[in-house]
């Protein structure tokens, strides 16, 4: 049964992976490759510099690889590694939330696309899954303007976190 | 992972071809305020934290 639905939601993601592709390429004007967080990102990311957490992102796929609805996402442009997101849907699907974001700091082909680009990632995933809100768990403070100039609204969950979240 | 799916058949799951039906293949979902606010930025990206560092905002919903 578990095995059944994790074999399903691969598949539903194979098709987020796709139609991120085509949605990034017809809106932006940029070829990416959307996938799974696979070994040879986990690689590229040991080289990057300036990181503003030092995040095991081995450790924080190897935790939501067992929810077999997760969001997973990296995206590269030629091979290089933009950025990675990883989050899940709430219980009833009211909302999906990215738990882990991080865009490579330095530059790279799409440097100031990139925070465009998951959000549309995030927009197709949750509408794929039927989720009414997305959420952002503790987003970056720098970007606490952008979001609020987007009309996210700010609040703290049950164990204290901030986030903010949106219709989707 | 599965790197090559058939989807144009009628074997695809049955939440695949519901979430599939709910979406329009290649249209944006930004409205142009949310472009105007995302595209440019290049500073940090980050969602999470693992480093204790608390996002500097209050809550704007809690008792509105």
Known sequence: MFQQKQ???????????DYLTDTVSQNYGVAIEASAIAKHSLEQIGAWQ????????????RKFRNIPSRLELAISVEG????????????????????????KQSEHPLKRKALSVFMEGMYLYGDLLGCEYLRLVEPVTPLIPRYQAAQF??????TGRIYCEKPL | MPATIDRSTARLPELVRVAMARVQRGASYLSDAERRS??????????????GQRPAIRPTRRGA
Do not use: Q
């Not at chain 1, 990675?84 to 009833?92: E, I, W």
């Not at chain 2, 995302?38 to 480093?51: E, K, L, Q, R």
């Open chain 1, 50 to 61: 300036h990181r503003h957490y030092p995040w095991d992102w081995s450790a924080i796929t």
């Open chain 1, 80 to 103: 290089e590694l933009c950025g990675l997101m990883v989050g899940k849907p709430s219980r009833g699907r009211r909302h999906l939330s990215t738990y882990y974001l991080e865009g």
């Open chain 1, 7 to 17: 074999h399903d939601y691969d598949i539903l993601r194979g098709v987020f992976y």
């Open chain 1, 153 to 158: 609204a700010f609040d703290k969950d049950n």
């Open chain 2, 38 to 51: 995302f595209d440019g930025y290049d500073g940090p990206i980050a969602v999470g934290d693992p480093a």
